[in-house]
């Protein structure tokens, strides 16, 4: 891997998804020291950032992590929640939901109680929820999807962050996911899909 790709991946990460360093500059030097390499490489991956527009370059003043606004938010579920109800549609009615992986990952989600495991937790819900979008097997829609992961996993640290109770939320709303997939019942499915995402858009709209 790349001296670029190598602080891409940490800036993503340690930068980007950290509740902590939402509406801060990050400095080029002190992410160049912790990785080991020249100041070159991190400013290529903060271009990247910035294409990707997870980062906004201030001339004079460097890469700064702009907090997600409100309208954000509800896009991004709004996405979420269409691509995931197609999803469910597609592979209930093809008799191929993947209720295995989808449990797997929440019984790995319910081991992670301790509040240093929050981010170990959301990759988990990450997973969770990816492994529907996988099992469509189209993959524009597994790309697309993917390509949501560090919104998704920002705002769901940040969901995390902002009340205490919200991991068994999250846990008890996604065995309601995974029960409807289990009966095979697409409308519950849809509703447990839309209760999820909108109680995490509640939190997110709170805070």
Known sequence: MSG????????????????QHQGRFINEQEVADRIGVSRTPVREALFRLAAEELVQLIPKRGAYIAPVTGR?????????GMAERHAAHKTLLAGDAPVGPMRDALEHQTALADPEQVRAFIDWDHRFHSEL????R?????????????????????AMFATTDRSSSVLTEHRAILTALEAGDVAAADAAIDAHLAATLKVLQDT
């Open 72 to 80: 954000e938010l509800s896009e991004l579920m709004e996405l979420r």
């Open 138 to 158: 189209n993959t524009l829609l597994i790309k697309f999807y993917d390509g949501l992961r560090e919104r998704q996993v920002r705002a769901g640290l940040v």
């Open 133 to 136: 979008i996988a099992a469509t």
């Open 4 to 19: 670029r790709d190598r602080v891409y991946e940490f800036l993503k990460e340690s930068y980007i998804a950290s509740p």
